[in-house]
């Protein structure tokens, strides 16, 4: 069973994953201003766990 404390721990994992669907949704329909600002938030989302993944290697 997962539970919030699991989830939270593996978002650099599950964040990425959910901006390449994001992405995909966004290439197989027309966007809204709406869809525009989720893709954006899922962009930058995606651009910070990078970041976090790097900087624990690190």
Do not use: C, Y
């Not at 989830?7 to 599950?14: E, M, T």
């Not at 966007?31 to 690190?58: D, R, Y």
């Amino acid at each position: 069973m997962l539970n919030q404390s699991v989830i939270l721990r593996q978002w650099p994992l599950w964040v990425p994953a959910l901006a390449a669907t994001v992405l995909v949704a966004g290439l197989t329909s027309d966007s809204s201003a709406i869809f525009e600002l989720i893709k954006v938030a899922a962009l930058l989302a995606a651009v910070v766990a990078a970041v976090h993944h790097a900087e624990v290697i690190a």
